[in-house]
């Protein structure tokens, strides 16, 4: 199974507001970037929307080190929020609806055919890959306010 690292990170001007994503793909010291925008979102879509975006880019079955500074994205799948809310219809415990369920289920469905572990790092911090993440999430939304 080949072994591939992906960062990625969202963001938004405005929550919600005007908002971009990116990944960066890490195999055999090879680098792929790509990135893309919203008109109307929120950080959450666009962190999520980043490591759909980079999962979708896999072309077959890989073990991935996958790192965001998001906790939502992170934690949900560290500590096994996801499973739990699937099993339960999409509903959190508080008996409330599942935020951004289309794109849960899209994720969930990319991580069954990859072997993905989930790295929380800091971000706008010292990560060189997180910071040149934020930094084409930050260009996409410019993109969309030239």
Not at 109 to 123: C, D, E, P, Q, R
Not at 130 to 143: M, S, T, V
Request: hydrophobic share 35%; with cysteine.
């Amino acid at each position: 199974m080949k072994k591939v690292e992906i960062y990625t990170d969202g963001a938004c001007s405005g929550n919600p507001g005007k908002g971009g994503w990116a990944a960066i793909l890490i195999y055999k010291g090879y680098e792929k970037e790509h990135s893309g925008n919203a008109q109307y979102t929120t950080n959450n879509r666009m962190e999520l929307m980043a490591v759909i975006e980079g999962l979708s880019l896999l072309k077959e079955p890989c073990k991935v080190s996958l790192y965001s500074d998001s906790a939502y994205v992170v934690q949900a799948f560290n500590n096994g929020w996801i499973y739990g809310w699937h099993s339960n219809n999409w509903m959190r415990a508080k008996n409330e609806d599942v935020k951004n369920r289309d794109l849960w289920e899209e994720l969930l469905a990319l991580t069954k055919s990859h072997y993905v572990t989930f790295i929380k790092v800091k971000g706008h911090s010292d990560n060189e890959y997180n910071n040149r993440c934020d930094a084409l999430a930050r260009a996409e939304i410019k993109k969309l306010t030239d």
